[in-house]
């Protein structure tokens, strides 16, 4: 069964810093070629990508993070990581990590789907 588990949420004031983690090796100990993800959702907002890394190792980033967020996976595929720097208060959403086979980074970043693999979520609140 696959459990995608998100961690490292909080509250900071904006221009602070935070790293998310998700224990993905539920997923990745079962598939060979796959793209994993950071999503974030506002209150009255749709979901949207973040973040994507795949399997040919490319990234993929939304506009609004370019510069500032980082995605990245341990060797062992066992936890991938998203690093905000910079953030700002239109940063604060409930972001959530993704997976699903076959993807690339590219495409993956732009589609949100119930056939996702997607964890609980941890919520990132900046402050002005």
């Known amino acids: 069964q696959v459990q995608l588990l998100e961690s490292g949420g909080g509250s900071v004031q904006g221009g602070g810093s935070l790293r998310l983690s998700c224990v993905v090796s539920?997923?990745?100990?079962?598939?060979?070629?796959?793209?994993l993800g950071w999503f974030r959702q506002a209150p009255g907002k749709v979901r949207e990508g973040v973040a994507t890394w795949d399997t040919d190792g490319k990234t993929s980033y939304a506009i609004s993070v370019k510069g500032r967020f980082t995605i990245s996976i341990d060797n062992a595929k066992t936890t991938l990581y998203l690093q905000m720097n910079r953030l700002k208060p239109e940063d604060t959403a409930m972001y959530y990590c993704a997976a699903e086979v076959g993807r690339i980074a590219g495409s993956f970043i732009r589609g949100v789907s119930s056939d996702y693999y997607w964890g609980q979520g941890t919520q990132v609140t900046v402050s002005t």
């Open positions: 539920s997923f990745t100990n079962q598939h060979y070629t796959y793209a």
